[in-house]
Structure formats: C-alpha cells, structure tokens
C-alpha cells in the first residue's frame, strides 16, 4: 500500500474538491438586462428564483426561453449548453 509523509495510506486522503465551474448569464426583460453568475451544473430553479425576488414578481407569472425554447426550472446551463454571456429570456404571463 502506498503511504504518503502523514503515514495515511492514499485511499485515507480526502478527494481533493473538482472546481466548479462558473457562467455569466443575462436574463433580459421589456426593461433590459440582468446578469447573475451562476455555477455551470445549478438547476435553473435557483436563478429563476433569484430573478423573480429581484423584479418582485411571483416566479409562477414568469417564463423563461433560450433560442425560443422554454426553460425547465430542472435544466442546467450544462445541461442546454448554455456560456458565457448568454441570454435568456424572460416574459410575465398574461393574466
């Protein structure tokens, strides 16, 4: 067994951490742009949220789309392939 200069064998040591990775994404309304930092493997729901406490809009009267597609609050910016500085859209439902 390989042992390291602590005398713990290797498979003891804690995994060292995988960097998260970080996008800027712009969410664009009628009034313009808002960019949030968010990490690559969040689901949307976190940032949907945090857009609709910033505008005081209840998140149920929101709808999120990237390239005309409708944003499921469990996708990732992974997961739609999202980068830096993409843009995602946002409109209030009618009531």
Do not use: W
Not at 14 to 42: A, L, N, W
């Amino acid at each position: 067994m390989e042992h390291n200069n602590s005398g713990k064998s290797i498979e003891q040591l804690p995994k060292q951490q995988v960097q998260r990775q970080k996008i800027v994404i712009s969410i664009q309304d009628k009034e313009g742009k808002k960019q949030f930092r968010i990490y690559t493997d969040d689901k949307f729901e976190r940032l949907f949220k945090l857009y609709a406490d910033k505008v005081q809009i209840k998140l149920d009267n929101l709808v999120f789309s990237f390239d005309g597609d409708k944003v499921c609050k469990n996708a990732t910016p992974d997961g739609l392939g999202l980068e830096d500085d993409d843009i995602i859209e946002v409109h209030v439902k009618s009531q």
